[in-house]
């Protein structure tokens, strides 16, 4: 068996368990399967990042700037665009298939004896997500590395990633998301997210709503933990348009870094390289020691985010971005307008049926001139004809497509009709993964082709 058929059984044999989605609030069960694999989670120092929108692309600047440092790195974000391995990275690549099914390896002879242990305790076997973590957390320790820069999957207190002590917590920005998990409020989501604050650990958050900001001050202050806010303690001191991104001066927790390239659009990519750079700086050097301006320079020079307003195509353009709630949907709608020139937007758009379709749409219809509405590729998708209806009700003009392929043909042709007609595929991170393949197969960067 090749080391691609023995990575893509490890991905069968997580794909049997109960989905991504189903969370409950456990950790516990995680830490009974660690302890049997000697705690790898423990091996390596922890940047523990959580929030609502934005995360991602804050691990991956952070974990860009930590090689920059010519530290070995780990990164574990979810979900995966195109193959699962994506979520695990090493040194700032994907794992290696052989790398993943030799940790599963290891893994595999204790989630039997977890899984009977909790069926005799009337619990559900461990899941999906549970699951990959420990794989996580098992395959970075084996590479070795020397920082694991980890992403929350949902919440923080009881999420499984927090089995791992973060040296450094992160906040992006906080939201109403998952409320029927999480909580309806502001102040009960931040409760939960707080979670991931351990005794004495150095907290960077981006700039909070006043409920927000107060809960992650008081938990702070319970954990003798530090805490710097953006805005107050460090900041994005300037950003101006470049090609292929944007040039940013980040005012930081030790020191200012002048005219920095950012290979990244949108005004909120600079915030997060802000809130980047202020972890780095609480890891490294305890927030006293600025970090060394070609290190800076490598660091944020090399950072990507794909399917964070990546660009896809030309002639026309097309850019696809998650965008999958509505706080997302706005910083899209903001980048779509100061990082690009165009007069009308098409908008492919595509939500899974589990997400506010209705706040996405609410902020995005309006600055579409066309909403080509379909479905992602997914059990949970939301019905493309539902998407349509929500367009229509907010007064724009909306046409329903199958399949992302019949949806994206319809807007390229459409966008191809005039210099100043681009097109966005937005909505999901599924359909995000999913046009990102249909690009690469069909070849968009070669342009429109009737």
Known sequence: MSDRDRADAVYEALLSRAGERWVQPRKERVARILAFLDDPQKTYRVVHITGTNGKTSTARMIESLLRAHDLRTGLFTSPHLERFTERIMIDGEPISDAAVADAWDEIEPFVGIVDAELEAAGDAPLTFFELLTVLAFVAVADAPVDVLVLEVGMGGAWDSTNTADGDVAVFAPIDIDHADRLGGTIAQIAEVKAGIIKEGAAVVSARQSADAAAVLRRVAAEKNAT?????????????TLAVGGQLITVRGLAGTYAEQYLPLYGAHQGHN??????????????????????????????????????????????????AHNPHGAQALVQAMGDSFDFDEWGVVLGVLADKDAAGIVARLAPASAHVFATAPDSERAGDADVLADLVEATGHRATVHPTLAEAADAAREWAASSERRAVVIAGSVVLAGSAIALAEEEDWKSGWRA
């Open 227 to 239: 805490i710097a806010f953006e805005g107050e303690d460090f900041g994005l001191e300037a950003q």
């Open 273 to 322: 390289a802000a809130l980047a750079v202020a972890a780095v700086e609480s890891l490294i050097g305890g927030a006293t020691q600025p970090i060394a301006g070609e290190v800076v320079t490598d660091g944020l020079q090399s950072a990507t985010s794909p399917g964070r307003l990546q660009l896809l195509g030309i002639a026309p353009t097309v850019i696809v971005d998650a």
